[in-house]
């Protein structure tokens, strides 16, 4: 199966705090892709994870690959309201992309 | 900019109207991709080009939908007889073949009457 959970499916945090949201599946990753999506616009893409045990930061945000890569978590530090939008996994598996439905995160000032 | 651009970026049409979508992917990009997401959902999957072959279509891309890419540059996605349930996010991506990232457009809202 091509399936992809994210966990939670929604999060309301305030400003300051720390989060971290889940993406899952049964099966291996070759790859996994995080995006962030803004209400009314197309998905930004954030980061890629390739390798099992992979740690990659972007400011304020931590992107973890699992070691047996069938899982991935994204860690925010001191959350602010620009980070508020929409958080997508993805999966490259035979030249297509397979998508989790995603995170809703609302960071309130 | 040269990143990925679609037009129109809102569309509104009656039940029964046909629609038509256009995507420029980034220049050198040789694989060009549409998705459509509903409200909460991740994007779905419709088609795939690489240049200007079509090389996969989803279960979920009715009759009534073609999409084309005449000359591996821009592509367009028509919806022939639209129906309320089409209504939705269309989005269209961009990558290079064999890479594992692909690069998103703005979306064209479609909301059928």
């Avoid at chain 2, 990925?4 to 046909?18: A, L």
């Avoid at chain 2, 939908?65 to 919806?79: D, M, N, Q, Y």
Wanted: net charge neutral; proline share 5%; aromatic share 12%.
């Amino acid at each position: 199966t091509q399936l992809l959970e994210q966990s939670p499916q929604f999060l309301s945090i305030q400003e300051g705090e720390n989060l971290t949201v889940y993406c899952n599946s049964s099966s291996v990753f070759s790859s996994l892709q995080w995006y962030r999506q803004e209400p009314g616009e197309g998905p930004v893409l954030l980061v890629t994870v390739v390798t099992g045990g992979e740690v990659k930061k972007l400011k304020r945000l931590t992107f973890q690959f699992g070691d047996a890569r069938k899982d991935s978590s994204l860690h925010i530090t001191a959350a602010q309201p620009g980070d508020t939008g929409l958080y997508l996994c993805a999966r490259y598996n035979f030249n297509k992309f397979y998508f989790g439905s995603g995170t809703k995160l609302n960071v309130k000032p | 900019d040269t990143g990925v651009s679609q037009d129109p970026r809102h569309k509104i049409t009656k039940r029964g109207q046909n629609v038509t979508f256009r995507c420029d992917p980034i220049s050198e990009h040789n694989r060009l991709y549409w998705y459509r997401q509903t409200l909460g959902q991740g994007p779905e999957f419709l088609t795939y080009f690489q240049n200007e072959a079509q090389l996969e279509k989803s279960r979920l891309l009715s009759d009534r939908f073609s999409a084309e890419r005449p000359k591996g540059s821009f592509s367009t996605l028509e919806i022939q007889r639209t129906e309320q349930g089409d209504s939705a996010m269309y989005l269209c991506a961009s990558s290079l073949v064999g890479a594992d990232e692909q690069f998103f457009g703005p979306g064209t809202r479609l909301t059928v009457l």
